[in-house]
């Protein structure tokens, strides 16, 4: 059974950093492209950042680029979004995605979901 569990969500205050963890199991996680997506109340979900199953190719939403770092250890089957300079619009539920398919997980049609964690920042 495949699981992806995010953790490190929580309340910071605009300016700040956060870091959301997203723990894996069940799949051969170092062929997987994985990535993150978030979803703010009344809006669209949005992809925040993927990365391919290396780590060699990364990509970015441009509301977070500069800001948001996506990793990953392959070791510890988890992946990463480091959160620096947080402001209120990036209140949001965030998911973490595994994919097969880099396409699909660019697409927002991974083949798996995590149930999200909040991030809330406040002004």
């Known amino acids: 059974q495949v699981q992806l569990v995010e953790s490190g969500g929580g309340l910071v205050q605009a300016g700040g950093s956060l870091r959301v963890s997203c723990a894996t199991s069940?799949?051969?996680?170092?062929?997987?492209?994985m990535g993150w997506f978030r979803q703010a109340p009344g809006k669209k979900r949005e992809r925040v950042a993927a990365?391919?199953?290396?780590?060699?190719?990364?990509i970015y939403a441009d509301s977070v680029k500069g800001r948001f770092t996506i990793s990953r250890d392959n070791a510890k089957n988890t992946v990463y979004l480091q959160m620096n300079s947080l402001k209120p619009e990036d209140t949001a539920v965030y998911y973490c995605?595994?994919?097969?398919?880099?396409?699909?997980?660019?697409?927002?049609?991974?083949?798996?979901w995590g149930q999200g964690t909040q991030v809330t920042v406040s002004s």
């Open positions: 995605v595994a994919g097969r398919a880099w396409p699909r997980v660019v697409a927002g049609t991974p083949d798996y």
């Open positions: 990365i391919g199953w290396s780590g060699g190719t990364t």
């Open positions: 069940g799949l051969p996680f170092s062929s997987y492209a």
